[in-house]
């Protein structure tokens, strides 16, 4: 799992490169380009959980703070938008204060961590 609290580079995501090129430009987007962008997280930083098909999920989320796992479980269970991205991965968002700061998950489509995942 990789936790980030900035406006990463796409050579900075633990993705396949397709889907962290796709997963810079959702981010970017809202700003219309990069600078506007890099100001706004400088300011208003939003959490981005990444869980990849490799990760022991149970044990990476357990072995957060009760802070975190609950912004991981709204990403989850109560996105504003879920986005597909390529390689079979997905981006939710939550909106968490009246800046537009969020919380981004970013995990298989296919991976239901209602339901827990087993490590192994």
Known sequence: MQVL????????????LSTAIKV??????PFGNLADAEAYWSEYPSPIFIITGQDKV?????SLDGFMRHF???ADT??????LLPKGYQLSLTIINNEGS???LIKP???????????G
């Open 24 to 29: 810079v430009e959702k981010l970017v987007e």
């Open 72 to 74: 991981i479980e709204l």
């Open 5 to 16: 609290h900035y406006l990463p580079t796409m050579e900075e995501l633990a993705l396949p």
């Open 109 to 119: 489509v296919d991976l239901n961590l209602g339901e827990g995942k087993a490590d």
């Open 58 to 62: 149970v044990s990476a989320i357990t």
């Open 102 to 104: 969020g919380v981004y």
């Open 78 to 83: 109560n996105p504003e938008f879920v986005e």
